[in-house]
C-alpha cells in the first residue's frame, strides 16, 4: 500500500513539474517561463553561435529568433553547426 503511494504521489509530482517543460532536442528542459528563442539561446550559452533551430516542427530564420515564442508544452530542435572535414 506504502509503494502504491508513492508511486502515484511520484506520478503527480513529475507530470506537476512538467507543466512547464519544453521538449528541448528530445529531452525535457524546465521553462520557467514563455521566452523568445533568442531567450532560450542565452539560457543555453548558444547565442550568437551558428546553430539551426527547428521549433514545433518548422524550421526558423536566424531573423525570426527574437520574434518567436517558446511556451510550455512545444518541442525545440536545435542543432550547432561545427565546420570541419
Given at each position: 500500500?506504502?509503494?502504491?503511494?508513492?508511486?502515484?504521489?511520484?506520478?503527480?509530482?513529475?507530470?506537476?513539474?512538467?507543466?512547464?517543460?519544453?521538449?528541448l532536442?528530445?529531452?525535457?528542459?524546465?521553462?520557467?517561463?514563455?521566452?523568445?528563442?533568442?531567450?532560450?539561446?542565452?539560457?543555453?550559452?548558444?547565442k550568437?553561435?551558428?546553430?539551426?533551430?527547428?521549433?514545433?516542427g518548422?524550421?526558423?530564420?536566424?531573423?525570426d529568433?527574437?520574434?518567436?515564442?517558446?511556451s510550455?508544452?512545444d518541442r525545440?530542435?536545435?542543432?550547432?553547426?561545427?565546420?570541419?572535414?
Amino acid at each position: 500500500m506504502i509503494l502504491d503511494f508513492f508511486s502515484c504521489c511520484g506520478t503527480v509530482a513529475s507530470v506537476m513539474a512538467a507543466q512547464n517543460d519544453i521538449m528541448l532536442n528530445g529531452s525535457p528542459y524546465e521553462l520557467a517561463e514563455p521566452c523568445s528563442v533568442s531567450r532560450l539561446l542565452e539560457l543555453l550559452n548558444m547565442k550568437g553561435k551558428p546553430v539551426v533551430v527547428e521549433h514545433n516542427g518548422a524550421a526558423l530564420l536566424p531573423q525570426d529568433f527574437s520574434r518567436v515564442t517558446v511556451s510550455p508544452g512545444d518541442r525545440v530542435e536545435i542543432v550547432s553547426i561545427v565546420a570541419g572535414g
